[in-house]
C-alpha cells in the first residue's frame, strides 16, 4: 500500500474513502485512533494509503474528482 493522502479534514477522509469504495480500490485510513494522543484536537494528520498496483487510477480519481491537490508526490 502506498500513501495517497495525508490530511486533517474529515470531509476529505470520507470523500476520499466513498471514491477508492465505489471504484472498488482497497484503502486504509491509518492514524485514525491518534485523536487520543493528540487529545481530538486534530493536530496529527491521518493518511489514506492505497493498493499499490492501483494508485495511478486512484490518482486519476482524485484528480477527476477536483482534489487532486490533496494528493501527496509521487
Do not use: H, W, Y
Not at 474529515?10 to 474513502?17: A, K, M, R
Not at 471504484?23 to 484536537?41: E, K, T
Not at 486534530?42 to 494528493?71: C, K, N
Amino acid at each position: 500500500m502506498i500513501e495517497l493522502v495525508r490530511t486533517n479534514d474529515p470531509v476529505i477522509i470520507s470523500f476520499v474513502e466513498s471514491l477508492m469504495r465505489d471504484a472498488g480500490i482497497g484503502c486504509l485510513v491509518a492514524d485514525q485512533n491518534m485523536s487520543v494522543m493528540d487529545g481530538s484536537l486534530g493536530i496529527l494528520p491521518r493518511r489514506i494509503l492505497v493498493e499499490s498496483d492501483r494508485a495511478d487510477e486512484a490518482r486519476r480519481i482524485l484528480t477527476d474528482a477536483g482534489i487532486g491537490q490533496e494528493m501527496r508526490p509521487k
